[in-house]
């Protein structure tokens, strides 16, 4: 068949253009009450329909839309080109998001804090993923810098900025990973809108505190920190301590049984001059949760900016397979909620769910459930603390919350 001149080509688009825009400008145009009964009849999705994002949360693309304001966003970062064991964390947000289907604004409310987080003080909102190359970490790296530095700098819904809670006044992230190296560029960001370093609560298997040449190898020089390969996610505590990004002294390890390099306790030495306190997975069968919750908030306290950083192995691979180094003998997932629970009174400023590689899930989805039921518990402590800080500063905290204060 001849193809067409391209004068004519371009009449009959032109003529294709014009219809196009002539059917737009004659839309019927519809009265509030008449958007009002669409949003009622057809704007309710079921836990099995509508497009996939963290609990059915409206989706904006952020990182492009600076207009975009929230007071508490989900990020994904689908990065796990810096881990030492098993890949797949790249697909962790989409899992999560997936595991959060049953979430839902209208069947959100949680009994144990007496409030629905989706529909309290803050503006909720999924911002998608940072789209982060897999072909090199410099790259990788640069890109997670840039995209928590440019969130990390949004204002706030103008409710937020307006309140006299200062809790309000800066929007908060919780990460959905992703390998755990995403919690440098996140500290990064951290330390530059708060002026100084923060505290980490830390819930992980592993210490993730190495010195980077810990992963030994012929083919680099140890001396060398500038090498790519120095940035994984066992090494991404140590570049935040050296970079001061980590409060000396008011950071924890909770949940941790992993091995050690060489054959001594060196690595607890090096863990310990960072200022980090450890508490150990069997340690729960000493002390208990009430135990776990108290060296945590004893060490850390109330007013220091947290960073909670959640890597999905410190629960028992029994009952999270789906993660790329999994250790025996870890917490139930119900333990962590219960002591993620008790540590609610921590002033949050950030977080991060990681290392969930739905690939060695099964059939099951069982660690996306829990990583998505963890990111709901973490959101609702972030949102009842707001709600504890504005009735400290005199604000109007809702009617249905004033008994629990």
């Known amino acids: 068949m001849f193809g067409l001149p391209a004068t004519l080509l371009g009449l009959l688009s032109t003529v294709a253009l014009a219809h196009s825009n002539h059917h737009a400008d004659h839309q019927k145009s519809y009265s509030d009450a008449e958007l009002q009964e669409l949003e009622r009849k057809w704007g309710t999705d079921w836990g099995f329909s509508g497009i996939s994002t963290f609990a059915h949360l409206p989706h904006h693309r952020c990182l492009t839309h600076p207009q975009t304001a929230y007071d508490i966003a989900i990020l994904g970062?689908?990065?796990?080109?810096?881990?030492?064991?098993?890949?797949?964390?790249?697909?962790?947000?989409?899992?999560?998001r997936a595991g959060s289907a049953r979430q839902t604004s209208f069947r959100g409310y949680n009994p144990r804090a007496n409030l629905n987080p989706y529909t309290s003080w803050a503006k909720v909102v999924d911002c998608g993923d940072i789209p982060i190359t897999p072909f090199d970490n410099a790259l990788a790296l640069r890109q997670m810098n840039e995209a928590f530095q440019e969130l990390g700098n949004r204002g706030p819904t103008t409710e937020s900025a307006e309140s006299r809670t200062k809790?309000?006044?800066?929007?908060?992230?919780?990460?959905?990973?992703?390998?755990?190296?995403?919690?440098?560029?996140?500290?990064?960001?951290?330390?530059?809108?708060?002026?100084?370093?923060?505290?980490?609560?830390?819930?992980?298997a592993h210490l993730d505190t190495w010195h980077p040449a810990k992963y030994p190898s012929a083919w680099i020089d140890p001396e060398d920190m500038s090498t790519q390969s120095f940035f994984n996610h066992g090494s991404m505590f140590w570049f935040a301590a050296t970079e001061g990004l980590i409060a000396n002294g008011s950071s924890v390890h909770a949940g941790l049984r992993t091995r050690l390099s060489g054959d001594d306790p060196e690595d607890f030495d090096d863990d310990s001059k960072q200022g980090w306190v450890r508490i150990q997975t069997d340690d729960i069968d000493e002390?208990?949760?009430?135990?776990?919750?108290?060296?945590?908030?004893?060490?850390?306290?109330?007013?220091?900016?947290?960073y909670l950083s959640i890597d999905i192995d410190v629960i028992d691979p029994g009952l999270a397979p789906g993660t790329g180094t999994p250790e025996p003998g870890g917490w139930t997932t119900r333990e962590l909620i219960r002591i993620l629970r008790g540590i609610e009174g921590m002033n949050v400023v950030g977080a991060d769910i990681v290392e969930v590689s739905p690939a060695y899930d099964g059939g099951t989805e069982a660690t996306g459930l829990a990583a998505a039921q963890i990111a709901y518990e973490v959101l609702t402590s972030i949102v009842r603390k707001g709600l504890i800080e504005q009735a400290k500063s005199g604000g109007n905290a809702k009617e249905n919350f004033k008994d629990e204060l």
């Open 287 to 306: 002390i208990g949760v009430k135990g776990v919750v108290s060296t945590i908030m004893d060490r850390v306290g109330t007013e220091i900016p947290v």
């Open 167 to 204: 809790y309000f006044q800066t929007p908060k992230l919780i990460t959905l990973g992703g390998d755990h190296s995403i919690a440098l560029p996140a500290l990064r960001a951290l330390k530059n809108v708060y002026g100084g370093p923060v505290a980490v609560v830390h819930f992980d």
């Open 77 to 96: 970062a689908p990065f796990d080109t810096a881990v030492s064991y098993r890949p797949g964390a790249r697909f962790g947000p989409r899992a999560i």
